[in-house]
């Protein structure tokens, strides 16, 4: 019989039915000896599955097992119970493996610790009541007890993590005895000490400290005894690396672990393991959204993995890709996911894929980064012609909502559509090819409603088209209701059309009933040209539909009719009562059968028939209306050619905020300008093929991360260096090309025509304050991190600055307002200075913004900022007239507690809404002044700040995936030149990873 | 882990461990479509594979391919040196394993995976700890009954 059963397994694996001796493995399991049982629980977990009828039959032998003296019985039971077990017999066997918890051989707890964690994924409101008992087994002597504990704590804490907290410290304990070898030599796997329970462990301290700083604190020393310890060129190392990363990017975020972490996962990237480089990717693809500079790091070897010949690295680098999309790197992006979208076969790659170019294109309504209407439709063309028939139909569903519902330019929208409309014909035109459904779908909804934008007299080009598909057979049934819709549409519109007579004729007589019931209506429309004409309005089809549910406009009708004597509506549910009552005598019908068609023949109801000849009209544009008036909020505002708002203005206010600083800065760049030279001979010398993908390399990684860090190669230093340099050179000798720099030049040459800045001043002036400031805070540890890098090159340009304009610090008067005539070239230094300031700001506590005085012509605000050792106070003086203010004198009692180094009023006071603002800082010492409030004690280095609101805009700039940062000003400035600027011999691709700076988004700090 | 396949580089099956409720058809049709991709990769590329929505690890001994099916959050590497582990742990019983030993001795092998592997996570990482569990258990085999009682305590 064993025999027979081994053989049958093996039959069962070779694919032949062997159900037959399902039942046999059964009786084995019971009756047989200790090695007939063996064999029998072998096969009964092989061949059934959980819920399978005959496992019930299992369910005695396994008690009986359990309670056997033998040990050998009992592991076999627990072992069968942790495979597969019915879930409502659990109660059965349940107080049996309890017990088997304090049993004196490890092995029997071992198991028994895992059939409860089976039974715990099962139905984990059975073991609730045990909880306390697995805390005793995760302290039980045996590691492999401890270890199969882990398991059920994984699980749980993953389901809620807040509930055991408390377990941390005992979690954090564990490991540092497992990293520090205190196990026995056993668990060693190649001398690393047993890597399965430090993974475990590490993943369960992921979860526990996911947003919660005080869990995280107490396990950052073991994680960096783990990072360090992990050293070892072997798999197994790798992965607790691996793992160890993925923790240290989960917890609360510690920057010197951040570091490490950072380094491991270049250690991943770079190693020439096709392995470690597909976990390097897969780690970067997790930490790309906390900090993107690590991608800008590896992009010569992303670049290289996207080419990859192993499909499998080259998704995972799509992926990475993904995540990363914005404004500037859209279009590459979205051309190599189509690339791999080609040459891929298996559906679900395809759906994902898809899915994830519409999500980018259309279904991510924060930011919208396609860059024009042409590339947007060839685009989605290509989305609809590879993935139409499997894509998820919410993605044609958003892609006609968004060309109905435009974005705020209205002309934009009206070549977008007319676009869309052009592309389609000529799609339509070319023979022989065959779309998939749905997007032949969004084809007519296009043409039925944007036709018109051709300008054309009639539409008869399009009909022909139209009536072509609906003449193919391998169109759907669905796709023609569209296409007849479309048609409809487009009668209205038509003075008279033979194309249309031949198609109602057509399908007048069509077998579809669908289809004849859309020809009649076209048909008795035409007829009624009026009534078509106001049924179906041109360019309507985002307004809402006014549905009469009451269908108020037919009372007349009925009331007319019931003064002749008709019957009165009687409700469904009554006329069935009394044709029930009235064939109560003898009922040969089932009484499911005559419900439905009592129901049918009893429906006087005039409305519902007419309602159904008007609204059905068409019936597919009026479903699609409808849709449109459902999810008609938050669409429109967020999509825009510019995308947000907010990030328009910082463009623009980034610009010319950056522009000042050549101008101080010349002299530094002639000197600079031979480190330059050399740096470009290195690049000349490159091989054409580097190049080729250091140019994809910028246009991906454009706009990424904070632009100093922009590294190829890994040469970061010189590099980088010569990006930072070239642009100003360029920037202050040669024109402006691309627009943003037209912009700035446009500024520069006036320094008044800032009308645009005072409305957004305004508007900063409004909604500035706590939300801005509270966001910087949050993103203090981020931001410090990344700027220490940046802080020498700051200071060294600052000081220059400063040295130019000496007065700044040397002016100790106190009421010293020294009105300068230009403001231009002193700005720079000013929001140097400012934003410095500002840096230090953002991470600290700080009042609200309280109006301290007015008058009919200005109004003094001020907040104040507490920081470890001083006080800034920053005070924002804003004219609330038209007219000009030629200097503005702040007074400040008592004046012998201020020093106020400085102030230039802005020149410019053009527009209504000119704002003036001055920024004062006053360090104080904190403490004195909390417990004084006087403000007595003064710094003699007293900093002061002046912030000339009107020309150089004091802003914050956020990289697009949405990190607000406060970086300085000054180090902004400096980024902005090396941004935009480059020298004219670049190639144009280049040029593109510079501009990525200039999508920055501002907000505003004071 | 989801699942764990043994098969031949003919594409012949010599082992199957489901660790997920799923219908014969369902497996069958996995089973197959993985056979294939699998059998169809090159030896330099890499040892992963994202199919549907699962991870699938598989590595090549000789001429047979181990393949386990993990979830996405699982760690990849460690799923590896599991499929390592568990040839070692063949090793070491059958003596220098090799694909005969496996087909003939196939209930075995599954025994082994038992000790190792419970409910589809690691059980023991011992690797003696395993073995001296297959042993005990396998003294049933050579024995009677009586004498592995005696064994036991």
């Known amino acids: 019989m064993k025999e027979c059963m081994v053989r049958l397994i093996y039959c069962e694996m070779l694919g032949y039915d062997a159900s037959f001796g399902y039942i046999h493995a059964i009786k084995l399991a019971q ?67 309890e017990d088997k918890l304090q049993h004196s051989k490890e092995i029997i707890r071992r198991k028994a610790v895992l059939a409860l964690y089976k039974f715990h994924l099962i139905a984990p409101n059975q073991v609730q009541h045990i909880h306390i008992k697995f805390r005793k087994a995760l302290c039980d002597r045996d590691v492999g007890v401890m270890a199969a504990s882990l398991h059920i704590y994984f699980r749980m804490i993953k389901e809620n993590s807040s509930g055991y907290k408390d377990l941390t ?66 798999n197994v190392t790798y992965a607790i690396l691996f793992e160890c990363v993925h923790t240290v990017y989960s917890i609360y975020p510690k920057s010197e672990l951040l570091e490490k972490a950072a380094k491991c996962i270049g250690k991943f990237v770079l190693s020439p393991k096709i392995n470690l480089k597909y976990l390097g990717l897969k780690a970067l693809t997790y930490v790309i959204q906390q900090d993107p500079t690590l991608a800008l790091q590896h992009q010569m070897t992303i670049i290289e993995c996207l080419d990859h010949p192993d499909p499998i690295i080259k998704r995972e680098t799509l992926e990475l890709l993904y995540r990363i999309t914005n404004a500037q790197n859209i279009t590459v992006i979205v051309q190599k996911m189509l690339e791999y979208l080609h040459q ?7 759906v994902n894929l898809v899915g994830k170019i519409a999500d980018i294109l259309v279904l991510n309504t924060v930011d919208t980064y396609a860059p024009d209407n042409a590339w947007f439709i060839q685009t989605m063309n290509a989305v609809f012609s ?15 909502r968004l060309l109905a519902e435009g974005f705020d330019d209205e002309t934009e929208d009206q070549q977008l559509r007319l676009y869309a409309v052009q592309s389609y014909l000529t799609l339509l035109d070319v023979e022989n090819v065959f779309y998939p459904q749905k997007f032949l779908q969004v084809m007519s909804w296009v043409l039925g409603e944007y036709y018109y934008l051709l300008d054309k007299d009639t539409p008869e080009e399009v009909l022909t088209k139209l009536y072509k598909l609906l003449m193919n057979d391998s169109v759907s049934s669905e796709t023609k209701a ?178 000042p600083v050549p101008q101080e800065s010349i002299i530094m760049e002639n000197v600079d300008q031979a480190v330059t030279k050399k740096d470009q001979c290195q690049v000349l010398t490159q091989s054409k093929e580097e190049k080729e993908k250091q140019l994809l390399a910028s246009s991906l990684f454009v706009g990424l991360g904070s632009e100093s860090t922009i590294n190829l190669l890994g040469k970061a230093d010189t590099v980088s260096h010569k990006f930072r340099r070239k642009p100003k050179v360029k920037e ?21 025509n800032a009308t645009y800045e005072d409305d957004y001043y305004l508007d900063a002036l409004q909604d500035r304050g706590d939300k801005e400031l509270n966001k910087f805070s ?25 040295s130019s304009s000496p007065s700044l610090f040397t002016d100790n008067n106190m009421e010293g307002f020294h009105p300068s005539q230009s403001t231009a070239p002193s700005v720079a230094p000013e929001t140097s200075l400012a934003s410095s300031l500002l840096e230090e700001t953002s991470e600290h506590m700080h009042s609200e913004l309280v109006e301290v005085c007015h008058n009919e012509t200005i109004s003094v605000s001020s907040y104040k900022i507490w920081k470890d050792d001083c006080l800034f106070i920053v005070w924002s003086v804003s004219n609330k007239s038209g007219l000009e203010l030629k200097s503005a004198n702040l007074e400040i009692a008592p004046a012998e507690n201020f020093k106020l180094l400085r102030y230039e009023p802005a020149s410019s006071s053009h527009s209504p809404a000119c704002v003036l603002s001055l920024a004062l800082s006053l360090s104080c010492q904190i403490n004195k002044y909390i417990k004084s409030l006087k403000k007595k004690k003064d710094q003699p280095g007293t900093k002061k700040n002046k912030q000339n609101r009107a020309s150089g805009l004091k802003m914050e700039l956020k990289p697009p995936h949405g990190h607000p940062q406060a970086d300085s000003g000054c180090r902004r400035c400096r980024h902005h030149h090396q941004e935009e600027g480059h020298d004219p011999e670049e190639p144009e691709q280049l040029r593109k990873l510079f501009i990525g700076g200039l999508s920055f988004e501002t907000t505003d700090i004071l | 882990m989801q699942f764990m396949l043994l098969f031949s580089r003919q594409g012949k099956l010599r082992l199957q461990k489901w660790y997920v409720p799923l219908s014969d058809k369902e497996k069958k049709k996995i089973t197959r479509e993985l056979v294939q991709t699998v059998l169809a990769r090159k030896p330099k590329m890499c040892s992963f594979l994202e199919w549907r929505d699962l991870k699938i690890v598989y590595k090549r001994y000789a001429s047979l391919y181990f393949c386990c099916a993990i979830e996405d ?17 063949l090793d070491k019983y059958f003596g220098s394993v090799c694909e005969l030993d496996i087909i003939f001795n196939f209930e075995k092998a599954y025994f082994i995976l038992d000790e190792f592997l419970l409910g589809g996570e690691v059980q023991e990482t011992s690797k003696k700890n395993v073995l001296k569990a297959i042993e005990q258990a396998d003294l049933l085999q050579e024995n009677s009954p009586s004498i592995v009682l005696n064994y036991c305590r």
Request: charged share 25%.
């Open chain 1, 482 to 659: 569209w296409l007849i819709a479309a048609v409809t549409k487009l009668t209205s519109q038509a003075h008279s059309s033979n194309i249309v007579e031949r198609l109602i004729q057509e399908f007048t007589i069509s077998l579809d009933t669908c289809m004849r019931q859309h020809a009649f209506e076209l048909k008795h429309l035409r007829e009624n040209v009026e009534l078509m004409k106001s049924l179906l309005p041109v360019d309507k089809s985002c307004e809402d539909m006014v549905v009469d549910a009451s269908l108020s406009f037919l009372d007349g009708f009925v009331a007319e009719e019931l003064s002749q004597g008709a019957a009165p509506y009687k409700p469904h549910h009554q006329r069935q009562e009394e044709k029930l009552s009235q064939e109560k005598v003898l009922n040969f019908e089932p009484y499911g059968l005559s419900f439905s068609s009592s129901g049918f023949t009893g429906r006087q109801s005039p409305a519902g028939i007419s309602l159904g000849s008007d609204i059905s009209g068409n019936s597919a544009e009026t479903g699609m209306k409808e849709t449109n008036s459902l999810k008609l909020e938050g669409i429109k505002k967020l999509w825009g050619k510019e995308g947000y708002l907010p990030k328009k203005e910082g463009k623009t206010g980034d610009e010319t905020e950056a522009l």
């Open chain 1, 778 to 802: 949050l993103n203090s540890e981020l931001l410090d991190s990344e700027s220490l890098t940046e802080l020498p090159s700051v200071e060294k340009l600052s000081n220059c600055k400063l």
């Open chain 2, 73 to 89: 959050q699982d760690n990849e590497l460690i799923t590896l040196e599991i499929i390592h582990r568990y040839v070692e742990l």
């Open chain 1, 386 to 400: 590879v993935g139409g028939d499997v894509m998820h139909p919410d993605i044609p569903n958003n892609f006609m």
């Open chain 1, 732 to 752: 202050t000798k040669s024109g402006e090309t691309t627009s943003a720099h037209s912009m700035t030049c446009s500024y520069f040459s006036s320094s008044s």
């Open chain 1, 169 to 234: 410290g005992s979690f954090v304990t564990i490991l540092k005895q497992v990293v520090g070898g205190k196990l026995p030599v056993d668990f060693n796997y190649h001398s690393v000490p047993a890597p399965w329970i430090q993974i475990q462990l590490l993943r369960i301290l992921g979860l526990l400290g996911k947003d919660d700083q005080r869990t995280s604190e107490l396990m950052y020393d073991v994680l960096d005894e783990s990072l360090r310890r992990a050293e070892l060129n072997h």
């Open chain 1, 344 to 350: 891929s076969k298996e559906e679900y790659i395809i």
């Open chain 1, 31 to 97: 009756q047989g000896n200790l090695l007939e049982k063996r064999v029998g629980y072998l096969a009964v977990s092989l061949f059934l599955h959980e819920n399978h009828e005959l496992l019930l039959l299992l369910v005695n032998t396994v008690v009986k097992d359990l309670q056997s003296t033998n040990l050998v019985e009992v592991c076999m039971a627990l072992t069968i119970v942790s495979q597969i077990f019915p879930r409502e017999m659990i109660p059965a066997v349940l107080p049996l493996i």
